[in-house]
């Protein structure tokens, strides 16, 4: 059984860093493409940052380009998550997603990913 774990949320202010982690059981998560999406309360599920499976090229959304990096950890059987200069407005509930069948980054779910884990909550306030 597939399981994915999101983890390194928390509150941090305004230009702070958070790291957070997708740790997958059941699977290797080196065989998937990996996806990062964000939703916060009221607005649409957003994604942030992908990563493939078959040469760990990376996409990012624009609003988060130059400051989110998404990497693979293979001893930690993890997808991680790096979030540097953090705004208010990356506020939300952060979400990691296991690819399907696809090897290219998308941000779209429907027909592109089919696991997903409980989320990490990350609030940027001062």
């Known amino acids: 059984q597939v399981q994915l774990v999101e983890s390194g949320g928390g509150l941090v202010q305004p230009g702070g860093s958070l790291r957070l982690s997708c740790t997958a059981s059941?699977?290797?998560?080196?065989?998937?493409?990996v996806g990062w999406f964000r939703q916060a309360p009221g607005k649409e599920r957003e994604g942030v940052g992908c990563i493939t499976n078959s040469d760990d090229s990376t996409s990012y959304a624009d609003s988060v380009k130059g400051r989110f990096t998404v990497s693979r950890d293979q001893a930690k059987n993890s997808v991680s998550l790096q979030m540097n200069s953090l705004k208010p407005e990356d506020t939300a509930l952060y979400y990691c997603f296991k690819g399907s069948i696809m090897r290219f980054c998308s941000f779209v779910i429907k027909g592109g990913y089919d696991s997903r884990g409980q989320g990490t909550q990350v609030t940027v306030s001062s």
């Open positions: 059941g699977i290797s998560l080196d065989d998937y493409t």
